[in-house]
């Protein structure tokens, strides 16, 4: 695998390029960075998706944060979410 982050988050090829440990551990690592508040977590409409933002939810919350699942949700509206 090559470079880990594109321009707009983690790239690959689930399953391929990366598993659901991989992710697991990456979003436990990036948990550390955040002290408090909630975080919203949307996805897409890829197969793979719904597992991995269960997934990511579920590690935040594991780590003492407070996450939230969106669902399917296109970007511009995850983030007008997060900004009202």
């Known amino acids: 695998m090559g470079k880990l982050f594109g321009t ?3 790239r690959g090829v689930f399953s391929e390029d ?4 991989f992710v697991h551990d990456l979003v ?3 948990s550390t960075y955040f002290k408090e508040g ?4 949307g996805y897409d409409g890829r197969d793979s998706s719904v597992v991995v933002s269960k997934l ?3 590690t935040l919350n594991y ?6 699942l969106a669902g ?3 970007t511009p509206c995850l983030e007008f979410a997060t900004k009202t």
């Open 18 to 21: 990366f598993t659901l440990e």
């Open 38 to 41: 909630r975080i919203l977590v």
């Open 28 to 30: 436990l690592a990036i």
């Open 8 to 10: 707009n988050g983690v």
């Open 56 to 58: 990511v939810c579920s």
């Open 63 to 68: 780590a003492g944060l407070d996450c939230h």
């Open 72 to 74: 399917l949700i296109p």
